[in-house]
């Protein structure tokens, strides 16, 4: 399925998909492909019907595994093949509600110094200090470091927009100590053979030093970006301008951070101790 993929992959990209969401849709139209040992230009509306009761019913996968599925084969149908279907219409994932791992400042700070790569610990450094995604971080190029302005450019994030986000003097120092070690000329976050920085490099060395820390939470390279966000709440910081920070669309997205802040755990439980004294 080559051709189909090529030119699913083409309308990914005039609808202004995101490499990272590209990726993804293709794989789930691939693992659709597979299922049926049939290129899915070739599938009958039933079949497709099936694959997702099979999904459901007898893979039971997790509902957000289900969204990225149906997203993915919705896309081929509807936009690639012009096939909208009936079937795709009613196809829904159950929306499912999960708390992000966070890691407190002594826990983010053990993890990165275990992180062997030194241009995967940079990586780290900046997902953690500067609450990027790991695909802004590995877009960054060195001139959207500015140090006169003390901030890092992130162009084109989610949704395509553009933002500027403070860089710390520290995290500044280590940039030029990396600098001074690699020399990149364009991408900022290379190999030591020029190469650019992938993202199953980082997700690699980052398994390595999670496991290395005994650090028994679900680390994954987002949560440093949700531990930027929570650090910066329990340090008073206007969760508006945390919004602004980590480029959300919805406030009700950064809000979900006030759950997690040690501060606000604190206030709960001394009303709760409050309310039980007497018992």
């Not at 993915?72 to 708390?99: C, N």
């Not at 030029?176 to 992938?198: C, I, S």
Request: aromatic letters at 8%.
């Amino acid at each position: 399925m080559t051709e189909l993929r090529n030119r699913m992959i083409a309308d990914m990209k005039l609808h202004g998909l995101a490499p990272g969401t590209q990726k993804v849709y293709a794989n789930a139209v691939s693992r659709l492909a597979g299922y049926f040992h049939r290129s899915p230009d070739q599938l009958s509306e039933q079949e497709l019907h099936d694959y997702f009761t099979y999904l459901v019913e007898t893979k039971k996968v997790p509902s957000s595994t289900l969204r990225t599925e149906i997203f993915g084969v919705k896309f081929l149908f509807d936009k690639t093949l012009q096939r909208p279907w009936p079937t795709l219409k009613f196809l829904r994932a159950r929306p499912s509600f999960k708390l992000p791992t966070v890691l407190d400042r002594a826990e983010a700070q053990r993890l990165l110094a275990l992180i062997r790569c030194p241009t995967v610990r940079m990586c780290g450094l900046l997902m953690y200090s500067c609450g990027l995604r790991i695909s802004e971080a590995l877009a960054l190029q060195v001139k959207d470091i500015d140090s006169a302005r003390m901030v890092v450019i992130v162009r084109a994030g989610k949704g395509n927009k553009d933002r500027h986000v403070p860089l710390s003097p520290r995290t500044l120092e280590l940039l030029r100590d990396y600098w001074r070690e690699y020399r990149p000329a364009t991408h900022l976050l290379v190999m030591k053979d020029g190469r650019p920085l992938a993202d199953h490099n980082v997700r690699y060395f980052l398994k390595r030093a999670v496991k290395e820390s005994r650090i028994s939470k679900r680390i994954s390279c987002h949560t440093l970006r949700h531990s930027y966000a929570t650090n910066l709440m329990e340090q008073g910081l206007d969760v508006r301008v945390i919004q602004g920070l980590l480029g959300h669309r919805s406030l009700k997205t950064t809000t979900l951070y006030l759950h997690m802040t040690q501060s606000v755990m604190q206030s709960v439980q001394e009303a709760v101790n409050g309310l039980t004294s007497d018992l």
